[in-house]
Nanobody
Framework: VQLQRWGGLVQAGGSLTLSCAASGSTFSSSAVGWFQRIPGKFAEAVAA????????YYADSAKGRFFISRDDAKNTVYLRMNSLKPEDTAGYYC????????????????????WGQGTQVTVSS
């Protein structure tokens, strides 16, 4: 799993889109999650999508502002982040898990089998 779109510094109220791409034929049958990691805290799922795209999860902090989507033709999952707030400042990681059958979403870091290298997003006030 490779995080392609680097994060960076953005002003409060701004937007950013992160992308997560993977090689291999299993990506289209993989559930994918985006996690927020802050030093001293456990990784928290901010969004997750099932392999079909039919099931989506958003953390309360992300609802209405973050949007997860997938393009299986490109083996890529996106996280569009709007109306960014300083409290969104964190490292962001994507994670993937190949699934066989169940169209589940996963919200625990340990439920996934591969993880991107992460990127820092800093939102200035």
């Amino acid at each position: 799993v490779q995080l392609q779109r680097w994060g960076g510094l953005v002003q409060a109220g701004g937007s950013l889109t992160l992308s997560c791409a993977a090689s291999g034929s299993t990506f289209s049958s993989s559930a994918v999650g985006w996690f927020q990691r802050i030093p001293g805290k456990f990784a928290e799922a901010v969004a997750a999508i099932s392999w079909s795209g039919n099931n989506i999860y958003y953390a309360d902090s992300a609802k209405g502002r973050f949007f997860i989507s997938r393009d299986d033709a490109k083996n890529t999952v996106y996280l569009r982040m709007n109306s960014l707030k300083p409290e969104d400042t964190a490292g962001y990681y994507c994670a993937a898990r190949a699934t066989l059958g169940p169209d589940y979403i996963y919200t625990n870091w340990g439920d996934y089998h591969s993880w991107g290298q992460g990127t820092q997003v800093t939102v200035s006030s």
